[in-house]
């Protein structure tokens, strides 16, 4: 093949991209810079003109404190696009910050995006056109287990089984894997934001006290657990109170967080369990001896390692900072492109290698 001094520059200055696109944060990593951007999956719209104000964290920080011609907008439901034009604005602005750190002038990217693996072909396509919508040379899919599985460096490629539970904002994905291929999953829209409104919903039974989502989470992270404590934890919870509409602080404990958080909890337990149901013995034998990883943001809950240690029989152990592990999963195509790209989802019109 005659040498094309064009390919050549392109390859050479070539910006690979991977992002998880995650209902409560989107994480990218750029190929040899590692993660450059982790915020939140929020956007400040005005509404009459249809214009963002503010995305990301800063985005966030106004969820509540908005005026009425404000509005402000989280673009992924349980995992998936829920308002397509916003989803491009949000992806247009990380990629534009990826080539704001640059030093030269890059080509539009090549970006790997991870997608739950239980998305409608209809979904697939909505992820694939915001991705190429918003400037990327060439668009890949991959299903989030299996970036997760590679981020926490488990040996999805050897004959022996690993297992994954990967918990984050708006999906739980289970996935089984062995000689790079999934023997078994589940995808559940059971995950942290379930659980952050089973905190709300808890209060505002027992103590009559409206609490934001936003107060819900911080309490989830401060006190809440999935497996009794060393030590039990309080903490004051500031709301209005329903009866009288005047604001008011009460105290609340772990024991009651935890008893808000059961039934997601034991909703994921199920769902591991019917997994491991499924598959063959073999692989059940290989898992006593590797153990379950635990994947997402919903992996740093307090004891939820040991209550499902208890409950399946199995060791789970808690991946290596697990808030990044899909993005540092999907990052790793890159880095052996043509043996790992037959992990990458395809469309069935056109592919996910289409490039314009």
């Given at each position: 093949m005659?040498?094309?001094?064009?390919?050549?520059?392109?390859g050479l200055f070539s910006l690979d991209i991977a992002i998880d696109l995650g209902t409560a944060n989107t994480l990218v990593n750029v190929r040899g810079k590692g993660i450059v951007i982790n915020?939140?999956?929020?956007?400040t719209m005005d509404k009459r003109l249809r214009q963002p104000i503010a995305i990301g964290l800063e985005a966030k920080e106004?969820?509540?404190?908005?005026?009425?011609?404000?509005?402000?907008?989280?673009?992924?439901?349980?995992?998936?696009?829920?308002?397509?034009?916003?989803?491009?604005?949000?992806?247009?602005?990380?990629?534009?910050?990826?080539?704001?750190?640059?030093?030269?002038?890059?080509?539009?990217?090549?970006?790997?995006?991870?997608?739950?693996?239980?998305?409608?072909?209809?979904?697939?396509?909505?992820?694939?056109?915001?991705?190429?919508?918003a400037g990327a040379r060439q668009a890949f899919l991959l299903e989030e287990p299996i970036a997760a599985a590679l981020g926490a460096g488990l040996p999805i490629g050897e004959i022996k089984g690993s297992m994954v539970v990967d918990i984050g904002g708006g999906t739980t994905e289970v996935a089984v894997m062995s000689m790079t291929g999934v023997v078994a999953s589940r995808s559940l829209r059971v995950a942290g934001d379930e659980m952050d409104e089973d905190i709300v919903q808890y209060l505002r039974n027992k103590y009559n006290l409206l609490i934001g989502q936003g107060v819900a989470e911080k309490v989830k992270w401060s006190i809440g657990s999935a497996f009794p404590l060393p030590t039990e934890k309080t903490m004051e919870v500031r709301g209005r109170n329903l009866v009288?509409?005047?604001?008011?602080?009460?105290?609340?404990?772990?024991?009651?967080?935890?008893?808000?958080?059961s039934g997601s909890v034991q909703v994921?337990?199920?769902?591991?369990?019917?997994?491991?149901?499924?598959?063959?013995?073999?692989?059940?034998?290989?898992?006593m001896d590797l153990g379950?990883?635990?994947?997402?943001?919903?992996?740093?809950?307090?004891?939820?390692?040991?209550?499902?240690?208890?409950?399946?029989?199995?060791?789970?152990?808690?991946?290596?900072?697990?808030?990044?592990c899909v993005a540092r999963g999907a990052g790793m195509i890159f880095d052996d492109f043509d043996r790992l790209s037959r992990l990458l989802v395809g469309l069935e019109r056109g592919s996910t290698r289409h490039s314009v």
């Open positions: 005659a040498f094309n001094p064009i390919n050549w520059l392109l915020e939140p999956s929020w956007v106004m969820v509540g404190r908005t005026p009425s011609n404000v509005m402000v907008v989280r673009p992924l439901r349980d995992g998936v696009i829920s308002e397509f034009d916003v989803t491009q604005i949000m992806l247009e602005y990380f990629i534009g910050k990826v080539h704001e750190q640059s030093v030269v002038p890059l080509p539009r990217p090549r970006v790997v995006i991870g997608i739950p693996t239980g998305v409608t072909e209809v979904e697939k396509r909505a992820v694939y056109d915001a991705t190429m919508g009288t509409g005047l604001p008011e602080t009460i105290e609340v404990s772990s024991v009651e967080i935890r008893e808000a958080l994921i337990v199920d769902t591991i369990r019917d997994a491991l149901d499924e598959i063959p013995p073999e692989i059940v034998a290989d898992l379950i990883c635990l994947a997402g943001g919903g992996a740093l809950l307090q004891g939820l390692s040991d209550r499902l240690s208890d409950e399946l029989k199995l060791r789970v152990w808690v991946a290596e900072d697990p808030l990044s």
